[in-house]
């Protein structure tokens, strides 16, 4: 994750940065044409989240299937480790096998990554392209710093290859109140390319995402407006 920027509290997060690096979850010259999602938060706190993935398999591509990474573990602080749940997890597409099954990513020692492995290994997509549809909910991406409510995740993991055109929308109850979102490398605080909010809706977007970085975005909440603001941290004890 990346520093967060100054018109949300910079104090938020003292797990920026701490994301390692994840191994190449693709073929080199596979190309994503366009990544939207949509993220609803619930008046719970639990966030609704939907994905089409629109995936241009490369010469060198194994055309099985892909691989979608998310982080579910990170170190938060020295005593303790921020746990994000993904549940009810549920993946079409029109044009390909959508099977899943799932692994553990090897990372850095206090971070744990889950792969959902989409395809089947007796079923070749022929086609140039294949959408891949992704439901599932999202607990623990909401935090609280200095009276700041938000949602704050990191959409995309640096395995994910370039996406030519990406767009995330957030709704929230009562409308989003503030946006930020950054593009780049781990440690990073490049700007992404535009976060806006439209109608109460946050909307942000990067042409091209640039494969190996990462994608993180940031809605502020209506303080009040939802329950259950506070990250999910388990104690480590110290080695």
Not at 216 to 230: D, F, H, R, Y
Request: hydrophobic fraction near 35%; proline fraction near 5%.
């Amino acid at each position: 994750m990346k520093k967060i920027a100054r018109l949300l509290s910079v104090s938020l997060l003292i797990m920026l940065g701490c994301l390692g690096f994840s191994p190449s979850a693709h073929a080199s010259d596979d190309v994503i044409d366009s990544f939207t999602g949509t993220y609803n938060v619930r008046e719970d706190g639990v966030v609704e989240v939907n994905e089409t993935i629109v995936w241009r398999f490369g010469s060198e591509s194994g055309r099985h299937g892909i691989n979608r990474d998310f982080v579910v573990r990170e170190a938060w602080d020295d005593e303790s480790d921020a746990v994000f749940k993904l549940e009810n997890m549920k993946v079409t597409s029109p044009d390909a096998s959508a099977e899943v099954s799932k692994e553990k990513v090897d990372t850095a020692s206090r971070e744990e990554q889950v792969r959902y492995r989409i395809g089947s290994p007796d079923r070749t997509v022929f086609t140039p392209t294949a959408t891949y549809n992704f439901s599932y909910e999202l607990h623990g991406a909401l935090r609280t710093s200095d009276g700041d409510e938000q949602l704050y995740w990191d959409v995309l993991t640096s395995s994910v290859p370039t996406i030519k055109n990406l767009q995330i929308m957030v709704n929230a109850p009562q409308g989003v109140q503030k946006v930020a979102c950054f593009s780049g490398p781990v440690k990073s605080d490049s700007e992404c390319q535009s976060s806006r909010i439209e109608d109460g809706t946050a909307v942000f977007a990067q042409s091209p995402q640039t494969s190996g970085n990462i994608f993180t975005i940031v809605a502020g909440l209506k303080p009040g407006a939802v329950s259950n603001v506070e990250p999910c941290l388990l104690y480590t004890s110290p080695s």
